[in-house]
């Protein structure tokens, strides 16, 4: 606190940099963008990006009267926070995604720039019922939740997730969720609390092929674990849709994504969704290469030729895009 002629001035603390660490509004430390600044920057292994990763404006009159809506009761939502480049597409068809249980995560993958810390069990009491105010005030026909991982608690979080879906479904009861959830570290049980909250989609990311896992996953993530997660998802509830998401430009080869895409047949998974890699700071892994559209549309085909009900695939997809396009058999409306 300084003063000028007697007034105080109060001086704010500088928001912390990429990489470094902060102390959050709950008391706990974490790290933003979730590397440390002294992991080394590595130099881009490809030129400028290509024009077909230009993101169109988002405009229309459903996302006008959605935007209107957040801003005038100060709603959050990761497509806004996230800068989501489909944004638009996506609120026009009355599809958004929440992100749950805080903004720190507990694990650090580097492709990720989520903040990365220990929460140290905090929850917000209230977020279930803030989640369904949103919901409803935003008339959503489809809800993707999602949220970070919380290694610290018990369940990984599984009774949160499902206390806010239930609390979404008793809102809202036409609405649909779709859950894209953390692993719980492979602990059948919290999976199971989710899916029996009502969900219409379970989804949890196996992110990349096998041997890129490590290092682009957190050592607490591996891709065995989320198949066999997504595996028991649907042992568990067969009519419960199952979902991933594969980034592409990290290094992978065709025949690996071939293989990844076998693995998730084998067990039972149903929708698949290919996106370009972008890297989100310098601290995080380099784009390996920029994945034609052509590309995508070529792995789009084999993917259906193995027998998913869908696979949404294009340098600009993210997990959630179009989501609500899964109950009605063709997840983004492509032919």
């Known amino acids: ?8 001035i109060q001086v704010e603390p500088r928001s912390a940099r990429s990489g470094e660490k902060y102390v959050t509004p709950q008391g706990f430390m974490a790290i933003r963008d979730g590397i ?53 597409e996506c609120w026009n068809a009355g599809t958004a995604t929440l992100m749950l249980m805080g903004a720190v995560c507990t694990r650090a993958c580097r492709f990720c720039a989520v903040d990365t810390g220990n929460p140290r069990g905090w929850l917000d009491p209230d977020e279930p019922a803030n989640a369904a105010r949103t919901v409803a005030l935003m008339n959503l026909g489809y809800v993707v939740l999602t949220s970070v991982d919380r290694d610290d ?97 990290l290094g992978e080869t065709i025949d690996e994504l071939l293989k990844a895409m076998d693995d998730l047949c084998a067990i039972g998974c149903d929708l698949l969704t290919l996106g370009q890699y972008l890297r989100p700071t310098v601290h995080h892994l380099p784009v390996a290469r920029f994945v034609t559209p052509g590309e995508f549309a070529e792995l789009r085909e084999a993917a259906l030729a193995r027998g998913f009900l869908e696979c949404v695939s294009g340098p600009m997809v993210r997990s959630s895009y179009r989501a609500e396009r899964a109950l009605a058999g063709n997840n983004c409306g492509i032919t």
Not at 1 to 6: F, T, V, Y
Request: glycine content about 6%; hydrophobic content about 40%.
């Open 153 to 249: 608690l018990p369940d990984g979080g599984a009774g949160h997730f499902a206390a806010c879906v239930r609390a979404i479904k008793a809102a809202s009861p036409r609405t649909a969720v779709e859950a894209l959830t953390p692993d719980f570290q492979g602990v059948q049980t919290d999976v199971e609390t989710v899916i029996e909250s009502g969900i219409e989609v379970f989804a949890q990311n196996v992110e990349t092929v096998e041997r890129l896992t490590h290092p682009v996953r957190d050592p607490r993530a591996g891709y065995r674990q989320t198949l066999d997660v997504l595996a028991h998802a649907k042992r568990f509830r067969p009519t419960v849709l199952t979902k991933t998401s594969l980034m592409l430009g």
């Open 1 to 8: 606190m300084s003063d000028l002629k007697g007034i105080p």
């Open 36 to 88: 440390k600044r002294k992991a080394a920057a590595e130099a881009p292994a490809h030129g400028p990006k290509p024009k077909w990763l230009r993101a169109p404006m988002p405009a229309g009159a459903r996302f006008d009267a959605l935007r209107n809506t957040v801003r005038e009761h100060r709603l959050s939502t990761v497509c806004e926070e996230a800068h989501c480049p489909n944004i638009g």
